[in-house]
């Protein structure tokens, strides 16, 4: 009877020795059924935490007639979020995208956050909070100068201005604009510095030599306002017929009269406005300013002809030196005039 008591006692001291403790602790992991111990051949199943997913690995071991567990192969990483998207006029600041990290928004500068300013991720793969929205900034409408106006432009509804629109002005008539004509509307809401509209004004142009204004009375111009000059004959305006009241209370500029040019050769047959024509037959004998007249002129070795071409500037011509007046007995069928010989060559 002793021996069999002793093998039941064996037996009950192997059985108890053989049983696995609680199963080993795997990071982001819980083991089921969950006891105190486990018989040989058990199982227990591994379950990742919410929030986390299986990436490798076994989930179920059974416990060995050692009583010691293996080591457990399952791998259960952090759920991944997907990007949330493009914040449009902002930026999205993150480290991580997976589960319990935060990403947090921004706007650029001149825009305003409608919505959320973070959102986590959730343990189902999710975020907690929508994207938000950067909205532009909003400018009051904008100030009008005293003797201006806003240029058309499309419209706005409700008369709302945001960052970054730009809006055009103008002055009413007879008055100048000083400073930008446009206004942006800012980052910080305000709008950028509205221009003047002033009211200008020209005293009587002066008079030209030798020509004169039309309309031009002894009174004050107002801006923008015009006056037309013209020349005496024989004289030639040099610059612009129009001259204009400006904004700094000056005319915009004011021509000259020129001198026409008389011209001293009386003989001899010259090019004049592609034409050839007799000195002795020009009437009267001048040239206006800036005209040019062509002389022909001799070369006696080589036989031939070539023509040299002054301009009138102002009264002053330069006959070519040349240039040779026809002798006396030019009238002779005999007298050949430089107009009338071969050109020369390369002259």
């Not at 960052?163 to 002055?171: A, G, M, R, S, W």
Request: proline fraction near 9%; glycine fraction near 6%; charge should be neutral.
């Amino acid at each position: 009877m002793l021996w069999v008591a002793g093998l039941v006692l064996w037996a009950a001291s192997v059985s108890t020795d053989a049983a696995c403790p609680h199963p080993p602790k795997v990071e982001f992991a819980a083991a089921e059924p969950e006891k105190r111990v486990y018989e040989p051949g058990e199982d227990v199943i591994y379950t990742c935490l919410p929030g986390y997913v299986q990436r490798s690995g076994q989930r179920r071991m059974i416990c060995p007639l050692s009583g010691n567990w293996n080591e457990p192969t399952i791998k259960c990483a952090a759920r991944s979020c997907p990007y949330p998207g493009n914040l449009e006029n902002g930026f999205i600041n993150h480290t991580s995208l997976t589960y319990q990290n935060w990403i947090e928004f921004s706007c650029n500068v001149g825009y305003i956050l409608n919505g959320s300013e973070a959102s986590q991720c959730t343990e189902n793969g999710g975020w907690s909070d929508k994207l938000p929205v950067c909205d532009p900034v909003i400018c009051p409408p904008p100030t009008i100068p005293e003797f201006g106006k806003l240029k058309v432009s499309k419209a706005r509804p409700k008369n709302v201005y945001t960052f970054q629109d730009v809006v055009q002005y103008e002055c009413i008539e007879k008055y100048a604009l000083f400073g930008n004509d446009s206004a942006t509307c800012g980052a910080d809401g305000n709008w950028s510095r509205i221009p003047q509209c002033i009211d200008v004004k020209c005293a009587r142009p002066t008079d030209i030599e030798n020509g004169f204004m039309t309309f031009a009375t002894e009174r004050e111009y107002d801006y923008l306002e015009t006056v037309q000059y013209g020349c005496n004959p024989p004289y030639t305006l040099d610059g612009p017929r129009r001259s204009r009241c400006d904004k700094n209370g000056e005319w915009s500029l004011t021509p000259t009269c020129k001198s026409p040019c008389q011209i001293s050769p009386k003989k001899g047959i010259v090019l004049y406005f592609g034409k050839k024509v007799k000195l002795q037959d020009m009437k009267p004998r001048m040239i206006l300013h800036t005209e040019d007249l062509t002389f022909y002129c001799k070369d006696k070795e080589k036989d031939c002809a070539y023509t040299v071409t002054t301009q009138c500037i102002d009264g002053a011509m330069t006959v070519p030196s040349c240039f040779k007046e026809p002798p006396w007995y030019a009238i002779f069928p005999t007298y050949t005039h430089a107009s009338e010989m071969k050109p020369c060559s390369g002259v």
